[in-house]
């Protein structure tokens, strides 16, 4: 197995697995998901991929006892897409979340290095 594909298979057991992180009602409930999670992982080869497997669940744990799980993803995502237009103004701010709304066109993606969006828009004439 590859470097890149390992990595690709513990990003996919860490987000199946980090599900609970935006779901923990309780402190209990935490605790016992990152029990699940050490669970999980015990079953990684690999001492690498064990490794970051144990401090993601510890962190998520940590995360959960200081209640910074508790904000829906959806709120977190779309906050995110705000500040990244908050270096623009005017038009350009217009068209920035317009683009990070899914409009226009986008390409690429996070394993090929990132992604372009481009939205292109008419310029009256004056």
């Known amino acids: 197995m590859t470097h890149?594909?390992?990595w690709l298979?513990?990003?996919s057991l860490l987000l199946a697995l980090g599900s609970f992180t935006a779901q923990a009602d309780t402190l209990a409930d935490a605790q016992a998901r990152?029990?699940?999670?050490?669970?999980?992982?015990?079953r990684l080869t690999s001492a690498e991929e064990l490794k970051t497997c144990r401090l993601e669940a510890r962190n998520?744990?940590?995360?959960?006892?200081?209640n910074k799980l508790d904000?829906?993803?959806a709120s977190a995502v779309q906050r995110n897409q705000s500040q990244r237009c908050d270096a623009h103004a005017g038009d350009?701010?217009?068209?920035?979340?317009?683009?990070?709304?899914?409009e226009?066109?986008?390409?690429?993606?996070?394993?090929?290095g990132g992604m372009l969006r481009e939205?292109?828009?008419?310029?009256?004439?004056?």
Do not use: D, F, Q
């Open 4 to 6: 890149t594909s390992r």
């Open 34 to 42: 990152y029990k699940e999670e050490m669970a999980e992982c015990a």
């Open 60 to 66: 998520a744990l940590a995360e959960a006892k200081r």
């Open 71 to 73: 904000e829906a993803p």
């Open 92 to 102: 350009e701010r217009a068209a920035c979340e317009a683009r990070m709304r899914g």
């Open 104 to 112: 226009g066109r986008t390409e690429g993606s996070v394993r090929e």
């Open 9 to 11: 298979s513990l990003t």
């Open 119 to 126: 939205i292109v828009r008419p310029v009256p004439s004056k």
